[in-house]
């Protein structure tokens, strides 16, 4: 003979498993909603989020030192360090 909550959990396996519960907060005692909103809003805050993905090196070609001209000194092979960034 069964009752009605094991007959409630024996359909849960017959469906499937159950979706995974999310971060339950539990407050205690007599809380206003704009405290529970507080507690909320710094518990969001502290949350992880997502690893943003690393940025490439930028370019030496758009770098700024780029546009100071430096010193070319005059050499065999000269005109060639003239156009080779830095």
């Known amino acids: 003979m069964s009752t009605a909550p094991e ?3 024996g359909s ?4 499937g498993p ?3 519960a999310g971060p339950r907060i539990e407050v205690l005692g ?3 909603p704009e405290q529970v909103a507080a507690l909320v809003a710094v518990l969001s805050g502290l949350g992880g989020g997502e690893e943003e993905a690393p940025q490439a090196p930028p370019s ?3 770098a700024p ?3 100071v001209r430096h010193e070319v000194h005059p050499s065999p092979g000269g005109w060639v ?3 080779l960034p830095r």
Not at 12 to 15: G, N
């Open 18 to 20: 159950a979706a995974p």
């Open 30 to 32: 007599d809380a206003s």
């Open 7 to 9: 007959q409630a959990q």
């Open 65 to 67: 030192a780029r546009l």
């Open 81 to 83: 360090a003239s156009g």
């Open 12 to 15: 849960e396996s017959v469906d």
């Open 60 to 62: 030496r070609w758009s």
